[in-house]
């Protein structure tokens, strides 16, 4: 990033410090400077030397000449070779040399200067700790701020900027009648044109934004098979200037539009709002600024949704400038620069911000970014929040308004193909589009597909805005641009110049009178242009330098499909029939399905009609949904496959995903679990298939929240067993309030599937001391799944246990699962304050094949030893970044609570602690006990009435089981009782009191001042 010099050096003739770093490293070194010069401070830094002064004749001179040599220390710098060159200079002539390390580990190369009264540490520190010791080290070496050089700060908030003029947010209104027409259309290029004119003249300021009309959709329709995608990408070309100006549509008259890319191939039901997002943010790297705002919500919300493997999934340019972004906010906010763009490092900025109280200019600048950053901390595990990001992109809309007018970039999104986004009758990812759309009134939104969209409907009422009104140019009888447009076939003319620059470039014996035959036979449809190339391609393979006829090269598409299968080797026939089993795949994929070599299957999709994905897709390659489904229809070609043979296929493809997961268990990839469950998962809602131990994958893997971003959610009419397993995951994935009704709703045939949908419903319900429900439905599933009778039995008395009814726990558990008996009573003696060994609890842990249960009982192990011995910070944060990376929410919640105990008696740390507490339950409608379990702990710390009181109002007011036991012993030890609750005690009351106030003392005890 290109920042500005701090000051101009000028030195006075005292005593100074030189100061050696990158200028790739300015964003961290030059707020430091500016700093210490403010104050007063003699430095001399390379502020750009002279032409005409050499380095061998300045640097060594002010090097020799300084009282200290500052070298700000990172991998950065040691790769350049200036810092290198100064380092050894000074290191050879015995200049007195002090490291500012700005990356966690010293830089290869400076490890020679890593002593301890040599090196300050920056990373995850607080500025004004830093600056401490930097004034420590200058006064050592003679260094003091120079009387009458003191300046005031350069980087006051910059003032208000005025808002008149900004697009206003949008919300829903009333919708209005349509009775316009349909009218002809007029040529594609032109349309284009005609739009961006009209989107430029919106950017510009010259044609006013209306509030609640969007006239910024250009829309493209037709049938499959017309080029739909294969246009949209090279209008993308066009405007971008990358098609020659001796073009059919002529140069591109506008420069600077920023193209950006929503490829919906790969969906299937999925909405990837996140890859919407990222694709956008690359775009708007070609613009030259510095997306200050935008850069800080967006890091935030892809911490909050980020995956299972805790990635940001942030590289390239993207990530550069976001961490720029972030270094710039974490040097106003006068905190510890980040030197990496992580999880950890943008929740630290985020936690700051919040402990200062969002006191930044931006806060006040743009409309409702604080409760756009309440919302992002709010978003439920497992969702990607589109409601959030409609809000995220209106903050780049006002960021695009504060630029000067001819600095706004023209957006330009391509949209293809949106009827991925409404199959399966999914309005309401079609509405959440609409919503994008609203609230970016400077992009021009260019949509393909196989339909008219219809928001000029009044009817359509899940909009947020319907009706002619608010999109007039998808209005029937709109004739002015950007509108709708049906996408008609190819001119014969643009045919035949196809197929004679194909012959050409191949060098084909293809003669004129068949050229005509095809051209007639393709009757303007790009996609059986395709088929027959491809065919022509493997035709030539095969028998090179043959004169083709018109027989040779089939007749409508369907037998030119047939033709090219047959044509193919039977081997690479079957992989490119495999390669129709699903949407989008992977050569592996391919061979496993088909039962191939993976050289066939490389020529298949070479020689074959298979396209490549788009980046960021999870797998590489797909086929045209019409190519799919001829494939699949085929029954005329050798070797074509039978219904029961493409069934099949679709289970081999099956076991490929179950090897894959089992393959991730072994590696202990989370992420390669998560993405083998959902190949599963999709392939199974393909065709229809449940395996059976499909439900008991979903269970053991690491998240069900992560998986459900990743999977279709079926619509309510789907009745199968594998729609019932997708109900379930998303379910699960829903805030603990909502999800017992959801759960409750899916009636799942297979007593595999509805084993863990009964489990789970109780799972919830007990979460919100509903009890009796709990109680009900347990006894119900008990009789319903003998199969399962033995866990089932255990989770009844659990949910005894649950619900405090102690002695009725402990003999059900006794006459029905005297097995783990001796385990199930160590936990009841944990509810009551004893503390018995971990060994057995560890042993347990070890033998379980679920990692997502195995996590949950490693965290409760961490939390019952925080509690009784003691545990070390660095394995609670380890522990917490599992629970985070897997959206596993007790344990991260559980993960909080032990670090609230580290940070009793540290007041600024626990109150950050207890904020990230309370925002955790409420992305998930926990009713736990963990604030006010914390408040009261705190209480007992300090004494202090007011934390008493704030413990006892935390409490919600309904019933509570059995995990709030500690909390109540620890509220009536300060004086703050709760109305006592049924409980079938063990011992007496008075002594579970005492015990959980020894524990209580022992956590205080050891809590670091």
């Known amino acids: 990033m290109d920042m500005p010099l701090p000051f101009k050096v000028a030195l006075s003739g005292g005593p100074y410090a030189f100061v050696s770093y990158a200028h790739g490293d300015a964003v961290r070194v030059y707020p430091l400077l500016a700093q210490l010069h403010r104050e007063g401070y003699e430095l001399w830094y390379d502020e750009g030397i002279e032409p005409t002064e050499a380095w061998a004749e300045s640097i060594p001179r002010r090097i020799d000449g300084s009282n200290l040599f500052i070298v700000f220390g990172s991998t950065v710098a040691y790769s350049r070779r200036g810092v290198r060159m100064e380092v050894d200079w000074a290191f050879k002539h015995g200049a007195e040399i002090l490291v500012m390390q700005l990356d966690d580990e010293i830089a290869l190369g400076l490890d020679f200067l890593s002593g301890d009264e040599q090196k300050i540490l920056m990373p995850l520190r607080a500025r004004e700790d830093v600056f401490v010791e930097l004034r420590d080290a200058l006064a050592r070496h003679g260094i003091t701020p120079t009387p009458g050089r003191t300046t005031a700060p350069a980087d006051l908030p910059p003032a208000a900027r005025p808002r008149t003029g900004m697009p206003r947010r949008q919300r829903p209104r009333p919708h209005q009648s349509v009775t316009d027409t349909f009218a002809d259309r007029v040529p594609e290029s032109e349309a284009l044109r005609t739009s961006v004119e009209h989107q430029l003249a919106r950017l510009r300021g010259a044609v006013e934004i209306a509030d609640g009309v969007f006239p910024n959709v250009l829309v493209f329709y037709g049938q499959g098979g017309r080029g739909k995608t294969g246009m949209s990408k090279r209008m993308e070309q066009w405007v971008t200037g990358r098609l020659p100006e001796t073009c059919e549509w002529g140069g591109w008259p506008h420069p600077g539009v920023v193209p950006v890319r929503w490829d919906f191939h790969d969906s299937e039901g999925v909405f990837p709002v996140r890859d919407l997002l990222l694709s956008l943010r690359r775009s708007l790297t070609s613009v030259g600024h510095r997306w200050l705002a935008l850069d800080l919500a967006l890091a935030a919300y892809f911490e909050a949704v980020r995956g299972s493997d805790g990635d940001l999934g942030l590289s390239g340019v993207v990530a550069d400038d976001m961490l720029l972004s972030l270094q710039t906010v974490a040097g106003q906010l006068g905190m510890g620069i980040p030197s990496t763009l992580s999880a950890t490092s943008v929740r630290r900025v985020v936690n700051e911000i919040d402990v200062a109280g969002r006191s930044l200019p931006m806060f006040e600048e743009y409309d409702g970014l604080g409760e756009l950053f309440d919302a992002i901390g709010h978003i439920p595990q497992g969702s990607q929040a589109p409601d959030v990001v409609a809000d995220l992109l209106y903050l780049l809309t006002q960021e695009i308004f504060y630029l000067p007018a001819s600095r706004r970039p023209a957006l330009v999104v391509f949209v293809d193909p949106f009827e991925k986004i409404e199959r399966h009758g999914n309005h309401a990812l079609e509405a959440t589009i609409a919503s994008f759309v609203a609230q970016l009134p400077y992009a021009l939104f260019v949509v393909t597909g196989r339909n008219r969209l219809s928001w000029a409907d009044a009817r359509r009422t899940e909009l947020g805005h319907a009706g002619a009104a608010s999109w007039p140019g998808l209005a029937e009888g709109a004739t002015e641009d950007p509108r709708q447009h049906l996408l008609g076939k190819l001119s014969d003319e643009d045919v035949r110049r196809i197929y004679d620059q194909s012959r050409s470039g191949a060098g084909w014996d293809l003669p004129d009178d068949v050229v005509s035959e095809l051209v007639a036979r393709a009757d303007g449809l790009p996609l059986h242009i395709d088929a027959v190339l491809a065919l022509l391609h493997n035709l030539e393979r ?468």
Request: a negative charge; glycine letters at 6%; charged letters at 25%.
């Open 542 to 1009: 095969a028998v090179p330098a043959r004169t083709y006829t018109v027989a040779d090269l089939g007749g409508e598409l369907p037998q030119v499909v047939v033709q090219l299968l047959e044509v193919l080797s039977p081997e690479e026939a079957d992989a490119f029939r495999a390669a129709c089993v699903l949407p989008s795949f992977d050569l592996d994929l391919v061979t496993a399905v088909a039962g191939v070599s993976g050289g066939a299957a490389e020529r298949a999709i070479r020689y074959a009609l298979v396209e490549e994905n788009d980046e960021g897709s999870i797998y590489p390659f797909r086929v045209h949904d019409e190519i799919r489904r001829l494939v699949q229809l085929d029954r005329k070609s050798v070797g074509y496959w039978s219904d029961n043979d493409w069934r099949e296929a679709a289970e081999r493809g099956m076991a490929e995903a179950v090897r894959r997961v089992e393959d991730g268990h072994e590696q202990g990839s989370d992420a390669a679990q998560i993405e083998g469950t959902a190949l599963a998962l999709r392939l199974g809602y393909e065709w229809d298939i449940y395996t059976p131990g499909l439900a008991k994958i979903v269970n053991d893997g690491p998240s069900i929240a992560a998986l459900a971003r990743l999977v279709p959610s079926p619509g309510p009419e789907a009745a199968t067993d594998i729609a019932a397993l997708l109900a379930f995951v998303h379910a699960c994935a829903l805030p603990f309030s909502d999800a017992p009704d959801a759960l409750v709703a899916i009636r799942p045939a297979h007593p595999e599937i509805g084993a863990h949908v009964d489990l789970f419903t109780v799972y919830r319900l007990r979460s919100l001391s509903r009890f009796d429900e709990a109680h009900r439905l347990m006894t119900a599933t008990v009789e319903r799944y003998p199969d399962f009778a033995a866990k089932h039995h255990h989770q009844y008395a659990v949910t005894l246990r649950s619900s405090r009814r102690f002695h009725e726990a402990l003999a059900y558990e006794a006459e029905h699962r005297p097995d783990i008996l001796d385990r199930f009573r160590t936990v009841i003696d944990r509810l009551h304050g004893l503390t018995p060994g971990n060994e057995a609890d560890l042993a347990y842990v070890a033998r379980q094949s679920s990692r997502r249960f195995r996590l949950e009982l490693m965290v409760t192990n961490l939390r019952d030893r925080a509690r009784v011995e003691g545990v070390e910070r660095d394995e609670v944060v380890e522990l917490l970044q599992r629970a985070v990376d897997t959206g596993h929410r007790t344990a991260h919640l559980d993960c909080l609570t032990v670090l609230g105990y580290l940070a009793l008696k540290r007041d600024d740390e626990f109150g950050a602690l207890l904020g990230r507490v309370r925002t955790l339950m409420a992305s998930y409608g926990s009713t736990g006990p963990a604030v006010a379990h914390l408040l009261a702990l705190r209480g007992l710390y300090t004494q202090d009435p007011d934390d008493a009181r704030r413990a006892f109002d935390a409490v919600a007011k309904k019933k509570r089981g059995s995990a709030w036991i500690p909390t109540e012993m620890w509220l009536e030890e300060i004086g703050s009782p709760l109305p006592p609750v049924d409980t079938q005690w063990l011992i007496a009351p008075d002594q579970v009191r005492a015990n959980w106030r020894a524990v209580a003392d022992g956590i205080i005890a050891r809590a670091p001042e």
